[in-house]
């Protein structure tokens, strides 16, 4: 599944990329947000798949500061390539920040 989103993201923003034939760093941008996205992936499916027994307070702190740094970073650099790379940012934005939403409410039943 996971391979299949990224194959589907890559497919996606190269075909884009090379019909508008966009400058490098705006490549670069929209690549690293794709990077933090399949990195904000693999850590909820990391975090998912321990026992209910192993999930202490530490781990679930951990995975919510690195979880909302991972959708943040991923949000900011698709944000930064939007002027140039409008559907491929607009994507990005709309699935990190969905992904957002997790540690928030997390957040929430935590101090709740």
């Given amino acids: 599944m996971l391979m299949l989103l990224k194959t589907l993201i890559f497919n996606l923003i190269y075909n884009q990329m090379e019909n ?17 996205t399949i990195a904000y ?3 909820l499916s990391v975090y998912l798949g321990f026992p209910i027994n192993i999930r202490s307070n530490f781990l679930l702190m951990l995975f919510v500061v690195c ?5 943040v970073a991923a949000i900011y650099f698709a944000a930064k390539s939007y002027k140039k790379a409008k559907i491929s940012s607009v994507i990005l934005i709309i699935i990190n920040a969905v992904a957002l939403l997790i540690p928030l409410i997390m957040l929430l039943m935590i101090f709740t």
């Fill in 41 to 43: 992936a693999v850590l």
């Fill in 20 to 36: 508008n034939k966009l400058p490098q760093s705006t490549m670069n941008n929209i690549v690293i947000s794709v990077y933090f």
């Fill in 67 to 71: 979880s909302l740094l991972f959708s």
